[in-house]
């Protein structure tokens, strides 16, 4: 019998935002999905998870963000992903995202926007279609 390959994840946050009790909860929560999960902590920058994703050979890229720096930090690592071509490699967003920023996050290329509240069913079956 083959054994089927766990979709890589990376999940990580951004900036200055020290608080991770969210994103810990939904990295347990993929793995138990029958994901494998690399979480890559507190104070990232997009260069070094793009560098990371890359390194890892990862599916998707989930960004956590509570402060309100999503519209910064987005963007820049869409970009630094589009020059590596990475065109297979899917990205969710989640955290504290206002309404208006989702459809603008979505037009940028975020596959998924997960927005504070979001229930683990949603989250688990929005990730395992994308990947």
């Known amino acids: 019998m083959v054994k089927k390959e766990k979709v ?3 999940l990580a946050k951004f900036g200055l ?11 347990k929560w993929l793995r138990d999905a029958g994901f494998e999960v690399i979480y890559m902590g ?5 260069e070094g998870t ?3 994703a890359q390194e890892e050979d990862v599916k998707l890229i989930g960004a ?5 720096e999503h519209m910064f930090y987005v963007p820049r690592l869409l ?17 504290v995202i206002p309404p208006d ?3 603008e996050l979505k037009e ?9 509240g979001t229930p683990r069913e949603v989250i688990i079956d929005g990730i395992k279609a994308l990947a």
């Open 8 to 10: 890589r994840i990376i």
């Open 17 to 27: 935002d020290g608080h991770d009790n969210g994103i810990k909860t939904i990295a």
């Open 42 to 46: 507190l104070y990232n920058t997009a």
């Open 50 to 52: 793009i560098k990371a």
């Open 64 to 68: 956590s963000f509570l402060e309100g």
């Open 79 to 95: 970009e630094l992903a589009r020059e590596e071509e990475m065109k297979d490699v899917k990205f969710a967003v989640g955290g």
């Open 101 to 103: 920023d989702v459809k």
């Open 108 to 116: 940028m290329g975020v596959h998924q926007v997960y927005t504070a």
